[in-house]
């Protein structure tokens, strides 16, 4: 029995066998053959092998996903059919007398890098999907077995050295019962999916890779951030029991699911979640949000080959309203740029792409993408209860010129007959120290802010959140962020506007009874913090204007975390 | 042999989607069929060919079939090139 610690991204307990997702690696050796119409046989059964693999894999992403997500299998297939490809294996097995999986491998890397040689990223990117064809077809011919989410019909664990967004968004809950990874923090995108989807995950461990082989029976603690490897049968026993504990605690919270977020003093509070995608929204209501707080549009641009067009996010955001049945919904433009890149939208290099064309500055260079999102949420508006929200805004003319562009589509829309809801609140992100010094100014313009501490903490410490060296720095108690919260709830407040937040420390257990006593009316979390916080809310007052003024004298985020534990506020 | 010129309308170019169109409709003829992308020329009916041009939006192409089919396979080109909004005759 092994011990690794991780960072907590995801609560739940998890006991299953472990599966390795490593990047594929082959030894392939050359070898002389005697006969060449036999091998070039198995190399057609490895082809037709590898054509029904991915064809269960097509059909699985079309029902998931839908059809456009699963277009690029449909190439994958024609990879396999390719009449260049199978001539030129086909030929060098006869002509060299090799085997089949070397001459795979000789034409694959040719390939490969005629494809890595053209000058455009998105081509470029195919050179993936050829290696993944062609590592499929080894593989086949290799009987060794290639690690691949889609084909796992067993409960497991998934263990890899880090998940990429779009990796992470195939995971299928029924299988996939937890994950752990070498890389990442508690604001990675996979810590965030893994929340959203409710799968318990730890991730940051550096080494699980090199301590876990496949089917080792891994426990994830997803309440202490520990993974323990081939436990003992007393270990064992004991996180049955804990997983017990835990699923009658989620029990108790249930009974929240329907119940408003009032606390101890009488104020209301509004309570929300943040989805990435329309099929989340049963997951918001199940966990009891009485909004959503931030639907982030990107997801919608990723995992693709173009933009998305019109009716495509008209279609979107009109289901994600409908379902949520006239409860808010605040919708963030385009939030592209920094750590998530789009290969189609050829981003130029960037030295520092979290200070560079991002968000609202990409959206604002790129008038006709922005345009039509804006046609797309004003036209969705009269379906639900919209709120519409701009992300990392650093000028008042920013500020003013996106809310232009959607006043001229507003009108352009009107004029074509088109019905509109007939007012949409408007409202901004906080991520900017250049907004929080300007927000008595900024309040005067928007109907809402919203606070978005991932980047307000990593801009204000000037400290990057994926860079795991420096990670000390991402102190959300740091007394420098809480007096700029406690700046922006005022200037808002003095306007009569109300204040959100929607990064990860609205949901955060120790940041809400702070985030209360500096008067935040609105928690934007995952949806599976709702409940928790509103357990929490209930029991906590927001007259505690001793506590506001006390904590923004403080000097460092340690004093902070000292005074929270001497005032028992901790232990909420 | 029978030859179509088009100008790609679609943002990203003739990317894996487009690619896939283009080389399914290739596979129902019999004839050979070419397509061209500034002096560079690929067999239709390798998907791998065609990506490897790497034709980007707005680019001007030619679309050449050869053999018995060459005049419905130039038709159903001009009709599936639209019909996917990939781009329009050239």
Known sequence: ?572 | MEECKFIITDPAGIHARPASILVQTANQFVSNIDIVFRERTANLKSIIGVMALGIPVHAVISIRATGADEESAIKAFSEAISEQKLGDRY
Request: hydrophobic share 40%; with cysteine; proline share 3%.
């Open chain 1, 1 to 572: 029995m092994k011990v690794v610690e991780g960072v907590l991204a995801s609560n739940g307990i998890t006991i299953a066998r472990a599966y390795c997702l490593e990047s594929s690696s082959f030894k392939i050796s050359k070898k002389q053959i005697n006969e060449h119409s036999e091998e070039i046989s198995r190399f057609q059964d490895a082809i037709k092998q590898a054509k029904l693999e991915i064809d269960q894999i097509k059909e699985r992403t079309e029902m998931r996903l839908g059809t456009e997500k699963a277009s690029i299998f449909s190439a994958q297939l024609l990879i396999l059919e390719d009449p260049e490809f199978i001539g030129e294996v086909t030929d060098k097995i006869k002509s060299e007398n090799v085997n089949a999986e070397y001459a795979a491998n000789v034409i694959a890397d040719k390939l490969v890098s005629l494809f890595e040689a053209i000058e455009n990223d998105y081509m470029r990117e195919r050179a993936t999907d050829i290696r993944d064809v062609t590592d499929r077809l080894i593989a086949i011919l290799l009987h060794v077995e290639l690690p691949n989410l889609d084909l796992i019909t067993d409960e497991v664990i998934i263990v890899a050295e880090d998940l990429t967004p779009s990796v992470t968004a195939q995971l299928d809950k029924q299988y996939i019962k937890g994950f752990v990874t070498n890389i990442g923090g508690r604001t990675s995108h996979t810590a965030i999916m893994a929340r959203s989807m409710g799968i318990p995950a730890v991730v940051g461990t550096k080494n699980i890779m090199e301590k876990v082989k496949n089917n080792d029976l891994l426990i994830v603690d997803g309440e202490e951030g520990y993974v323990i490897i081939n436990p003992t049968e007393e270990k064992i026993k004991e996180y049955h029991e804990k997983k017990k504990q835990f699923e009658l605690k989620s029990e108790e919270l249930k009974k929240l699911i329907n119940t408003k977020t009032v606390t101890a003093d009488g104020h209301s509070i509004e309570l929300s979640a943040n989805i990435g995608t329309p099929e989340e929204v049963q997951n918001v209501l199940e966990h009891g949000a009485e909004g959503i707080g931030l639907y982030r549009t990107e997801f919608l641009y990723m995992n693709r080959d173009q933009l998305p067009n019109e009716e495509e996010q008209f279609a979107a955001y009109k289901r994600v309203l409908e379902e949520m049945k006239n409860k808010p919904v605040v919708i963030r433009t385009l939030d592209i740029g920094g750590d998530k890149e789009l290969p189609y939208l050829h981003f130029p290099k960037e030295m520092n792409p979290f200070l560079g064309m991002r968000a609202i500055r990409y959206c604002l260079e790129n008038k006709t993408v922005f345009r039509t999102q804006l046609r797309a949420l004003l036209r969705a508006s009269k379906f639900g209860n919209l709120k519409i929200m701009f992300p990392m805004i650093a000028t008042l003319e920013e500020l003013r010129e996106a809310k232009q562009l959607l006043q001229d589509e507003r009108d352009v829309l009107l004029a074509e007959g088109v019905l509109l809801a007939e007012s949409i609140k408007i409202g901004m992100m906080i991520e900017t120290p250049a907004s929080v010094a300007m927000a008595d100014h900024f309040a005067k313009e928007v109907d809402f802010f919203s606070i978005g501490t991932n980047d307000l903490i990593q801009y204000t410490m000037a400290a990057d959140r994926m860079n795991e060296n420096i990670s000390y720095l991402y102190q959300p108690f740091n007394p420098a962020i809480l007096r700029s919260i406690s700046r922006v709830i005022e200037a808002a407040h003095n306007e009569g506007i109300r204040v959100g937040m929607c990064g990860e420390m609205a949901g955060d257990n120790l940041a809400i009874p702070v985030l209360l006593a500096l008067g935040l009316d609105e928690f934007s979390m995952s949806p599976s913090s709702i409940l928790p916080a509103r357990l929490q809310l209930t029991k906590l007052s927001r007259e505690m204007t001793n506590l506001k003024k006390e904590l923004l004298h403080l000097q460092t985020a340690a004093d902070v975390h000292d005074y929270l534990k001497d005032h028992k506020l901790l232990s909420c």
